[in-house]
């Protein structure tokens, strides 16, 4: 096994490994953050335990030890009104734990195999699951199932989503079908061809009344209109990485980030079309979108590093679609969930047997036109965006400048692009010069002078 603790270089104001909590275990997919009570629940392969992580504290709650079967993973729903998560183990006969979330207890199992994630429905306080042939309906007062949906001609699997705008739910099914159902009396309303081969995964933008659908396999995405339950159109060309299991809408950019086999693409849900591919490798479980920072986290696994797997994180500042930083750690990485209370990031390690804590300490661009009219003690930077040069103002004395040393600019990689000697005073209480930037490309910069580092956006 690979040394627990392996850090390389870490660039300059990107994410941080905060602390790595050592497992002694192999985590499985789908980790899974509760923000009621600050908690991240962590499924262990081989041990079948599943470990409740206080994220204030970084120590473990309790230990909930899982009946021994075949290793799996696990899926898991909450359900916030009644603070129970109902988690599918893929046990038998019964596979389903209802976990009471208070006190980390599981209080009842519901016979239903599933080999895809639940959906709840918190209109009619209703959790639903497939088995691959029928879809259940359990209620989440009586923690019982109250309806079976009946089998459907064709074997239901992938996704199971809800439309809370038309109370609807959607099942993948193929070889090609979506299967609407009317949650008001849990009856199927409607069977939808899309084209997709093995649909597998779903996301519902409810703004513009569409699903996309992904398929296990094949060079096609759907949309769906989710008014009337017809197909839209197809997206080609574009494939989808089952493990990843996450469709994203970004609501405040209107864009759909679909992870592939060939890179991560962005859907502009306008014209239903491909606007940007953002390379990265294999994507594993790890899409996680923090909507107050408008920033989508991207883990993948770089399966051309020698000897194992190296996990690569990247953050893709959502209102220009580039990425703004990366780090490279670890070995084979299996989950990664997002706690937006402490702007946290947990990855699990499956060589490394430990969980990864990411700290972002990405500053955010400021969008300057002009210098400003209040000038402070530190570096001042205009145009940011910049196009063909950056001006920078210094309201440092001649003393304090004589101790800055060179200017470096750096991209987000941390490889420095462009240095130059410190510039010299205009007089005692302003300094000033303008950089070309005509030979930089576009993108996410760094700018460092003595310990100041400001950030700033190229564009062409």
């Known amino acids: 096994m690979k040394r627990l603790l392996l850090f390389l270089p870490i660039i300059l104001y990107a994410q941080v490994i905060d602390t790595v909590i050592p497992l002694y275990d192999q985590p499985r997919e789908r980790l899974f953050y509760i923000p009621e009570g600050n908690k991240l629940y962590i499924n262990l392969d081989r041990s079948r335990r599943l470990l409740v992580l206080d994220c204030s504290t970084y120590s473990i709650r309790k230990i909930i030890q899982i009946p021994p079967s075949f290793p799996c993973a696990a899926y898991a729903v909450w359900n916030p009104r009644r603070n129970k998560i109902y988690y599918i183990f893929n046990e038998g006969p019964d596979s389903i734990a209802v976990i009471d979330n208070r006190t980390d207890s599981i209080i009842k199992w519901i016979n239903f195999y599933s080999p895809a994630p639940p959906c709840y429905n918190s209109k009619d306080d209703k959790v639903y699951v497939t088995n691959g042939m029928s879809v259940a309906v359990i209620d989440c007062e009586t923690d019982s199932i109250i309806k079976i949906i009946p089998p459907q001609p064709n ?48 996301v519902h933008n409810a703004e513009r009344r569409k699903i996309y659908v992904a398929g296990a396999s094949g060079r096609n995405g759907a949309v769906i209109d989710a008014i009337g339950d017809t197909l839209i159109k197809n997206i080609y060309p ?92 670890g070995g084979l990485g299996k989950g990664m969930e997002y706690d937006a209370r402490n702007q946290r990031i947990y990855i699990g390690d499956v060589i490394d047997s430990a969980l990864y804590v990411i700290r972002d300490e990405i500053p955010g661009i400021e969008e300057i036109a002009s210098l400003p009219l ?87």
């Open 155 to 202: 074997y239901l699997g992938g996704f199971v989503m809800w439309d809370s705008i038309g109370n609807k739910v959607y099942c993948g099914s193929l070889p090609d079908k979506v299967i609407a159902i009317n949650c008001t009396n849990d009856s199927v309303i409607a069977v939808i061809s899309t084209g997709v081969s093995s649909p597998y995964d779903a």
């Open 374 to 460: 209040a000038m402070t003690n530190g570096i001042e930077i205009y145009p940011n965006p910049a196009r063909s040069f950056l001006a920078i103002h210094l309201p440092l004395s001649t003393e304090r400048q004589s101790n800055l040393g060179g200017l470096k600019i750096f991209d987000v990689s941390g490889k420095m692009v462009k240095e130059i000697a410190t510039p010299s005073a205009r007089n005692d209480e302003m300094g000033e010069a303008k950089i070309s930037l005509k030979e930089i490309n576009p993108g996410i910069y760094f700018l460092r002078l003595g310990k100041e580092t400001k950030k700033f956006l190229v564009v062409k």
């Open 238 to 329: 574009i494939s989808f990485f089952a493990d990843c299991q996450s469709l994203i809408w970004n609501r405040y950019e209107d864009k759909i980030y679909w992870p592939g086999w060939y890179g991560l693409y962005i859907i502009d849900c306008q014209t239903d079309t491909i606007i940007k591919t953002i390379n990265t490798s294999l994507v594993f479980d790890g899409l996680r979108l923090a909507h107050l920072r408008n920033r989508l986290y991207i883990a993948s696994i770089d399966t051309a590093s020698p000897g194992y797997y190296d996990i690569i994180l990247k953050v893709l500042d959502c209102q220009n679609d580039s990425v703004i930083s990366q780090i490279r750690f």
